[in-house]
């Protein structure tokens, strides 16, 4: 946890943009894996993480703006409950950590509630993704649970996500934190690709790395040389020589706070002509994006700069013909990037996705694409001071999707289909950094971790 002055400075600034009403922060709980006591290991929802710090099932939190009262809901451990657990700090301790003078017992918060309803004040609350709080919220609000997220606080959400969205000197020192654990992570990955060795293995050491430093994994590790697969959380391929293996992981560290990676492996230590040519021409494209990132751009424009980028490189390698510009406008870009070219990063890997992108990455100025790939950005609208985004170009050949277009000669004017056929079973390439954001540029994240070709074949299977 921060000192206790951080939460209560962020609640201040909440109660100062809510102006009235009452402000509902419901805490997640266990959640069972197969039965009651056998849980997924325990993480506490990030929007109460950052305005109370408590990493503890069984606790709410309900702030009277215009009382300017707040108060912490939740019960002690019972002498059962301590058999189990061992002892623990009391709802009054936990709440001293976090600046909330008043705390009481969970079966107070109905009440409170109810009270709130009765002099028809508003309840603000943000949208949920656990079924056990829209169950709490039926039992609390008499909504229905289909309805419950059509009920949530538009005004709390852009109020969070504004502040959220800029991190502070305290938080940029966590997200370093991870990233100094996520390069430990690759460094171990990249040393581990070799023909013969399970992909299971790599991904296994570098969880097990993210749980000795007191964290976890930011997400499930993508560890594949299935790379074309963008969202790959399968581990039992064994690896052979000449493959590329994709290695998309990073570490929350011990405050929540994520780091999220991705290098491309040649299995053998050594990449081919034609993966130096894929990797290059993606390593070009990152670059010319973390040149052009900087306070006031469309995040929206660096994506297209990427397609651009990428669409010349690969028409230098008679993969796409015709005008860059005009391939990327039409969506012919698509057959090779189908996805954004980044999010941004904070306590949740896809920092406040939960919130709703129309919030965090969207914004009156620029609105979501229904175009192929493009359709996927996270993040569109113009970056600020602060904000810590993930920048990630990247190249698959999916084979579905070649035949697919192939045989509806889609954009057969800038697609060489024969060409493409010559890469199936290539898999994909992808490298990314995380950076801040700077009023005249960006600065990358973490120590470095290998990158160029030469690095990263002087490390494989070493």
């Known amino acids: 946890m921060f000192p206790s002055e951080v939460y209560v400075e962020r609640r201040k600034r909440l109660k100062q943009q809510i102006g009235s009403g009452m402000i509902l922060f419901l805490g997640n709980d266990e959640s069972p894996m197969n039965y009651r006591d056998n849980g997924y290991h325990y993480r506490q929802d990030s929007s109460f993480l950052y305005y109370f710090g408590l990493d503890f099932p069984g606790l709410a939190a309900l702030i009277d703006v215009d009382a300017d009262e707040e108060t912490l809901f939740g019960d002690d451990y019972t002498i059962d409950q301590i058999v189990w657990m061992g002892p623990q700090p009391t709802i009054r301790e936990r709440g001293e950590t976090c600046g909330v003078a008043n705390t009481v017992p969970a079966k107070q ?5 109810q009270n709130a309803l009765h002099q028809e004040r508003r309840i603000h609350f943000l949208p949920q993704y656990r079924a056990e709080n829209l169950l709490r919220l039926e039992a609390l609000l ?3 649970p289909r309805r419950i997220n059509d009920y ?3 005004s709390l959400i852009m109020a ?6 800029v991190k502070s000197d305290l938080e940029l020192a966590e997200i370093e934190h991870a990233l100094e654990i996520t390069r430990e992570m690759h460094v171990t990955a990249m040393q581990m690709t070799r023909p013969g060795v399970y992909e299971r293995e790599v991904a296994g050491r570098m969880e097990g790395i993210a749980l000795a430093h007191g964290g976890r994994v930011a997400y499930p590790v993508i560890f594949s040389v299935r790379g074309e697969t963008l969202h790959n959380h399968f581990h039992g391929n064994q690896m052979q ?10 570490a929350e560290n011990p405050n929540f706070y994520c780091g999220d990676i991705t290098r491309t492996i040649p299995v053998g230590g050594t990449f081919s002509p034609r993966q130096r040519e894929i990797y290059l021409a993606v390593y070009a494209a990152l670059e010319k994006c973390l040149q052009a990132v900087k306070s ?17 490189d690969l028409k230098a390698l008679g993969l796409m013909k015709g005008d860059a510009a005009e391939g990327v406008a039409a969506g012919a870009h698509g057959i090779f990037f189908q996805c954004g070219v980044g999010h941004m990063i904070g306590m949740d890997v896809h920092d406040m996705e939960g919130l709703g992108e129309q919030y965090v990455g969207y914004d009156d100025t620029v609105q979501r694409s229904s175009q192929f790939g493009m359709c996927y950005l996270r993040l569109a609208k113009a970056l600020q001071p602060g904000y810590v985004v993930a920048v990630e170009p990247g190249v698959y050949f999916i084979p579905q999707l070649i035949d697919r277009w192939r045989a509806e000669r889609k954009f057969a004017e800038f697609i060489n ?13 992808r490298i990314e950094d995380n950076v801040v954001v700077t009023e005249s540029g960006c600065r990358i994240l973490g120590p470095a971790i290998p990158k160029t070709l030469d690095e990263v074949e002087a490390l494989a299977g070493t």
């Open 160 to 165: 969070v996500a504004a502040q959220r969205s």
């Open 142 to 144: 008499g909504l229905h």
């Open 417 to 429: 289909y024969d060409k493409f056929e010559t890469y199936k079973g290539f898999g994909g390439v």
């Open 241 to 250: 020589q000449g493959e590329l293996a994709l290695n998309d992981s990073g």
């Open 296 to 312: 006031g751009v469309k995040f929206r424009d660096i994506y297209l700069l990427a397609c651009r980028s990428l669409f010349d």
């Open 109 to 113: 918060l109905g009440n409170a509630l």
């Open 152 to 154: 949530v606080s538009e």
